[in-house]
């Protein structure tokens, strides 16, 4: 009892200091800075790109790393399976699963479904690098956790935008094909409720202030009925501004017995943070994101006189190198926008996405890119993270990344060419230099990761020859 006053009491302080905790915390949001002009550096937007990476995914990713289990509940069991039979889910649900052609639980899951799936529910926080089965493990929980006899909400997902939402409901809705009787609804801007209705469903999936709204202003459904929380993307929730403060308002009001999960695919102490604040005794477990590595790249400079003798590099390297397909990265709309259209025109199959585009548009150029109808695809930092296409041999830095003082931005320069050599393959890193300044951030480049990038004269097609060997 004593300890239930202590939380409550944490809670409390927490809320009042955890919105000026995170807006100290320096994770990029979703605001463009308000600039929005075609000059402007263009931003890199976590939620979209959480959103492209789903939308875009073909598979699991697969990964070396061990899982770390860190247990705060001494008393709990821990154990892992390597088959979905061994969790002795409903048949139906267990038809679900491989009909979305799982035939074994990833290693996130091997550790994850039995906590979830455990009794008494124990807590979760499970952090894991983006496309590694989150989603389905915590998708699989949710759904094994519903008494269909109780028509009123018992499991409730928390996503931090309508599309992110969207895509968890449609994995659950594939999942509880053989299960119709489970029901769902959408908590999402557009989905309407009266006020002294009851929600019937038992899985609510949704956005912060939807749910908020329906649950205490219009008090359609209890919180304290639910027996399972969920709080999906908590890295891109906590990046949304106001979604933090609404996740503890709609966690405050929960059976203290409810059981939370927590998801997030990325590891900050930001996260942590957050994470202590929701789920109390919790075990915690952890798959090491593989790491990006500049081993399998050879980075070269070309020294530039202008834009146009960019262009000229550009041209000339493809056409000698032009075996797999390249990503060129500018720093703004305007460049790229440019570059784009004076590639078209010489008859090169070029694709652009800036953040221009709808979402709709994005998944398109990439699923396009993706199957090789263009060879190249010229972007900004709206594409610098965790978008892999594997055929990638050649990154482009037109511009090379920069932070908001103007300093190298080593972070971004990683994630941009860690596009290509990956998993052990052979890729090529090209930056074009076209001023001191330009040669200064490459230089501290250099010197950040302790790799050579070597000299290129972008006008010697021997010597270029030679780089694609
Ligand atoms: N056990 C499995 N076997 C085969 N494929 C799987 C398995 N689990 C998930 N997948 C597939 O792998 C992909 C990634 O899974 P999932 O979306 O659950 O990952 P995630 O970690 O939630 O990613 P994100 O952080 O982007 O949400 C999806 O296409 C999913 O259908």
Redesign the pocket.
């Known amino acids: 009892m004593s300890q239930k006053i202590d939380w409550a009491k944490f809670a409390e302080e927490q809320e009042k200091s955890l919105p000026q905790k995170i807006s100290q915390i320096n994770i990029q949001s979703n605001e463009a800075n308000g600039k929005d002009s075609d000059d402007a550096p263009e931003q890199f937007n976590v939620a979209e790109a ?1 959103l492209l ?2 939308v875009i ?5 697969e990964s070396k790393n061990d899982i770390e289990v860190q247990r705060q509940n001494p008393n709990s069991p821990l154990y892992s399976v390597k088959t ?1 039979e061994a969790l002795n889910l409903n048949p139906n649900l267990l038809k679900g ?1 491989y009909d ?7 290693k ?2 091997e550790t994850a479904l039995p906590t979830l799936l455990a009794n008494p529910p124990q807590n979760l926080i499970a952090q ?12 699989l929980a949710m759904l094994s956790r519903v008494d269909v006899s109780k028509k009123y909400p018992q499991v409730l997902c928390l996503s931090p935008t309508y599309e ?1 939402a969207i ?2 409901g449609e ?1 659950a809705a594939h999942m509880a094909k053989f299960c119709p009787e489970i029901e769902m609804k959408y908590a999402v801007r557009g989905e309407e409720v009266s006020r002294g209705s009851r929600i019937t469903e038992h899985i609510i999936i949704g956005t912060p202030g939807k749910v908020l709204d329906w649950a205490l202003k219009f008090q359609v459904f209890d919180l304290k009925q639910l027996t399972v929380f969920v709080l ?2 908590a890295d891109v929730m906590i990046a949304t501004q106001g979604h933090q403060d609404q996740c503890i308002r709609i966690h405050k009001k929960l059976n203290p017995s409810c059981q939370m999960m927590f ?3 990325t590891y900050d102490q930001a996260i942590m943070e957050f994470a202590e604040v929701i789920v109390p005794d919790p075990i915690t477990i952890r798959l090491k994101r593989e790491e990006e590595s500049l081993d399998n790249i050879q980075q070269y400079y070309v020294k530039c006189a202008g834009p146009q003798e960019k262009y000229n590099a550009v041209t000339n390297i493809y056409g000698t190198v032009g075996v797999g397909q390249a990503i060129i990265f500018c720093q703004t709309k305007r460049t790229a926008n440019w570059l784009a259209e004076k590639m078209s025109k010489e008859g090169h199959a070029v694709a652009v996405l800036t953040g221009d585009l709808t979402v709709e548009q994005r998944i398109n150029v990439l699923d396009r890119f993706r199957s090789g109808q263009e060879k190249v695809l010229i972007t900004t930092n709206v594409l610098s993270r965790g978008i892999d296409v594997e055929q990638v041999t050649i990154v482009v830095n037109f511009d090379l990344p920069v932070d908001m003082q103007g300093k190298a931005d080593c972070d971004t320069y990683l994630h941009r060419i860690g596009r290509t050599g990956r998993f052990g393959k052979h890729g090529i890193a090209i930056n074009l230099v076209d001023t001191q300044e330009a040669m200064n951030i490459c230089l501290a480049i250099e010197k950040h990761f302790n790799r050579k990038i070597q000299y290129l004269n972008a006008e010697d097609s021997d010597e270029i020859e030679k780089i694609g060997a």
Do not use: C
Request: aromatic share 10%.
């Open positions: 959480s990476r789903k995914r073909k598979g699991l990713i979905f699963v979305m052609g799982f035939n074994a639980p990833s996130i899951q894991s690098q983006s496309g590694t089965g989150k989603t389905a493990a915590f998708v992110l895509q968890t994995v999906d993307e998801f997030s695919a």
